[in-house]
């Protein structure tokens, strides 16, 4: 079943990129598994997806678990992967990604996967 309206056999070569322990690069795993170039909507499902406890927020522990939401035999992220994924949508300090955050960060993304800007 495809996550968020994802192709997958996407998800699947998305996945099999990070397999190894930190080997995880989100801006590479947006762009391999299409999520970077979903809809608004979608990308808002699967933030109520990865937001296990519907707290409105995607907090440490829900990222570390990030993969597992694309297959649930996906590995964990590493504690540094976590870090620097929580780091990048972070952007209040807070410890936490909300949608407010989530979404025009991939917006972003979007945008500079199109453009190869890094």
Do not use: H
């Not at 970077?36 to 829900?62: H, L, P, R």
């Not at 979404?103 to 500079?112: A, F, I």
């Amino acid at each position: 079943m495809a996550f968020a309206g994802l192709n997958d056999a996407d998800v699947k070569a998305a996945l099999d990129g990070c397999a190894a322990a930190d080997s995880f690069d989100y801006k590479s795993f947006f762009k391999a598994c299409g999520l970077a170039s979903k809809s608004s909507d979608d990308v808002k499902k699967a933030f109520a997806t990865i937001d296990q406890d519907n707290s409105g927020f995607i907090e440490e522990e829900e990222l570390k678990l990030f993969l597992q939401n694309f297959s649930p035999s996906a590995r964990a992220l590493t504690d540094k992967e976590t870090k620097t994924f929580l780091a990048a949508g972070d952007s209040d300090g807070d410890g936490k990604i909300g949608v407010d955050v989530w979404l025009p960060y991939l917006v972003y993304l979007r945008c500079v996967l199109i453009n190869n800007i890094r």
